[in-house]
């Protein structure tokens, strides 16, 4: 037995979320990724693995609306925002919701409210 480390926690919990969670072409997957100091987003097809649309806290147009509030709720709801705009213009509605292995709360759970507010569903 090793000792506890905390990234090798979420990639376990990442590997078993994902056996569950796929992304299809009617139903792409909605994967949110939190570093430190920044959040990303990409809604990807997983049938053809391809990134549909992405949205982060480091994206040119949306770095400016944030300014230094790239690691807080803040920050994680308008790039949340504008993954949801960006989808429906794009003429996606409905996603599945993947947390990669990250807990379901704080930034990761603001991004998917704010996505859920602008239309996205899932």
């Known amino acids: 037995m090793g000792a506890f480390n905390r990234a090798e926690s979420r990639v376990r919990?990442?590997?078993r979320?994902?056996?569950?969670?796929?992304?299809t072409p009617?139903?792409?997957?909605l994967c949110v990724f939190r570093s430190l100091?920044?959040?990303?987003a990409q809604i990807i097809d997983d049938t053809t693995s391809t990134t549909l649309v992405e949205a982060s806290s480091v994206s040119k147009g949306i770095k400016e609306k944030i300014g230094n509030e790239g690691c807080n709720k803040k920050g994680a709801a308008i790039v949340g925002k504008e993954i949801a705009e960006r989808a429906l213009?794009?003429?996606?509605k409905k996603v599945v919701?993947?947390?990669?292995g990250f807990l379901y709360?704080?930034?990761v759970k603001a991004l998917s409210e704010a996505a859920r507010e602008?239309?996205?569903?899932f």
Request: zero cysteines; glycine letters at 12%; charged letters at 50%.
């Open 26 to 29: 009617e139903r792409p997957r």
């Open 97 to 100: 919701f993947d947390r990669n």
């Open 17 to 23: 979320v994902r056996k569950k969670v796929k992304g």
């Open 105 to 107: 709360h704080g930034r």
């Open 37 to 40: 100091k920044h959040i990303y």
């Open 89 to 92: 213009k794009k003429g996606i």
């Open 118 to 121: 602008v239309g996205l569903e």
């Open 13 to 15: 919990r990442k590997k």
